[in-house]
C-alpha cells in the first residue's frame, strides 16, 4: 500500500500535536502552535505536511515556503529565528524491522519531496533535523547534500552528586563554592525573557554578528506553546539581573536555547556554571531525563560544554540547490 502525503488539515491538524508527543523526532518546536509562531516571525508560508499508510500515520514534515524576488525557496526549520531543530517526525515505526522501517520512511519521504517539487518547485532548500534522526540517506537519494553537525547532551537520570562528581574539576569546584547568599537564581516570565534576550543581542553586536531573533518572536513562542514551556532562568545579585539562560522544555527534555552569553556585570560568580546547574538540578527534581545544550559545532564554545561530561549527538543539516541558489541563499542569516 501507497504512502498518501498531503497537508494536514481539519481532524489531522487537531491530531497534529497528539503525533509530535509520539513521535521519538517530535519537538517542540514541531508543535502546531510553534509552527504558526514561527511562520508568522519568518514572513513563510506553513505548509504542515502528513503522510499516511491507510489509516495509520506514517510522518509529519512541516515546510515553510519563503519568497524572495520571484524565487521560490524551502526551509524546515525558516531561517533568522534560529531554531536549532525541525525536519521530518516519524510515526509507527519503532516495531517494524529494518527493511520495512527503512522502506516506509523513504516512502513517506520520497512523498514529501514531490509535493514540495509539484506544489512549490524551490530553487533552494534547506533542512535540520532533530537528534533523533539519524539516517540521511533518503535525503541524498533526493538530491539533498548532507552535513553531520552536533550537540552535546547531559544525562539527568544520574543522583544529583554523582552528576555532579561527573564534571570537570573547576565546574565542580565553581558550582561548589559559590556563596549561595550572593545571588539568586529564579524562573522568570516576560520581563526575564526580555532582559536575557537583550543581553544575548548586545552581545553578539559586540562582536559585530547580527544576532537578528525578535523578542516578540521568543515571547509568542513562550505565551503560545501548550505542551512545552519556555524557562527564562535567571540569575540576580540584590535584585540586579546579571545573567540568564532561556531554557526550552519539552517532554522528558530540556534544552538550553538562548542566553549563557559572557555577563558585564562586575560580580564574582561563576554565573553560567551556576546557570546550567539550576536547570540540572531543576530538571533531575522534575524527573527529566535529557539537558540538551544546543550545539557543539564551535570549538572555543565547546570547552565549556565538554566540562559538564555530556554525549556528542549527532543531527543533520541538508540542503538543496545549485551552487548559485546556495550563494544567494547565503544572504539568509542563519540558514545554517
Known sequence: MSIDV???????????????ERSPQGTLWHELEALRVQADHAGAALHPLIGFKGQEPVGLFPVFEIRKQLVTTAFSPPPRLRVPYLGPAFLNMGKLKQRKRERRRQRFLDGCFEWISA????????????TAVDDSRPFKWNEYDATPEYTYAVDLSKDKDDLLMSFSSDARSNIRNADEDAYEIAVGGPEEIRQIHDQVENRYESQGISFGVPVEFVLDLADRSPNGHVRPYNLTVDGEFVGGILALE???????????VRTDADVDLPTNDLLDWAIMSDGIDRGLETYDLVGADTRRINRYKAKFNPELETYYGLEYGSWGMRTVASLYDSVK
Not at 506544489?119 to 532533530?130: D, F, Q, S
Not at 519539552?250 to 549563557?260: C, I, K, N, V
Request: charged fraction near 25%; hydrophobic fraction near 25%.
Open 6 to 20: 498531503h497537508i494536514a488539515t481539519g481532524d489531522d491538524l487537531e491530531r497534529w500535536n497528539g503525533y509530535v
Open 119 to 130: 506544489e512549490l518547485n524551490p530553487r533552494y532548500g534547506h533542512v535540520r533535523t532533530a
Open 250 to 260: 519539552y517532554g522528558d527534555t530540556t534544552g538550553r536555547w538562548l542566553g549563557g
